[in-house]
C-alpha cells in the first residue's frame, strides 16, 4: 500500500480583535432565575405517558427590571436612546413570583 502525503497545513492568521463599544452602564442587576413552569401536552397518552409527565425546570437570565409580591419582571435586551438616554426593552419575561425558586445576583 502506497504512503500517503501528509495534507499540507494552511498558515494560521491571527486577526486583530475588533474594537467593542462600551457596555453603557444601565440602572438594572444582572440576575439568573430558576423557576418551575407548566407543561402541558394536547396529544392522546396512557397512564404510563401520563406519569412520566414532569414539571418544566427553565432558568432565565437578563436584568431585573421590578419584583413584587406578584411577579419577576426580566428583560435580556435593551437598546438606550443617546440624546435622551430612555430605554427601550427586549426579550421580556414576567414569571410568577410562586414559581420562583432561585434568585441570583450576576456580576
Not at 7 to 24: C, H, Q
Not at 55 to 69: C, H, I, M, Q, T
Amino acid at each position: 500500500m502506497p504512503k500517503r502525503k501528509p495534507k499540507k497545513r494552511k498558515p494560521r492568521v491571527r486577526r486583530k480583535s475588533a474594537e467593542v463599544a462600551p457596555v453603557p452602564s444601565i440602572p438594572y442587576q444582572r440576575v439568573r432565575v430558576e423557576w418551575i413552569d407548566i407543561l402541558s401536552d394536547s396529544g392522546w397518552a396512557d397512564e404510563k405517558g401520563f406519569n412520566k409527565m414532569k414539571l418544566a425546570y427553565p432558568v432565565n437570565e437578563g436584568w431585573l427590571y421590578s419584583k413584587d409580591k406578584d411577579a419577576i419582571k426580566l428583560f435580556a435586551s435593551y437598546d438606550k436612546d443617546p440624546d435622551s438616554n430612555e430605554f427601550t426593552f427586549g426579550d421580556r419575561t414576567m414569571i410568577p413570583t410562586a414559581c420562583v425558586k432561585k434568585l441570583v445576583k450576576l456580576s
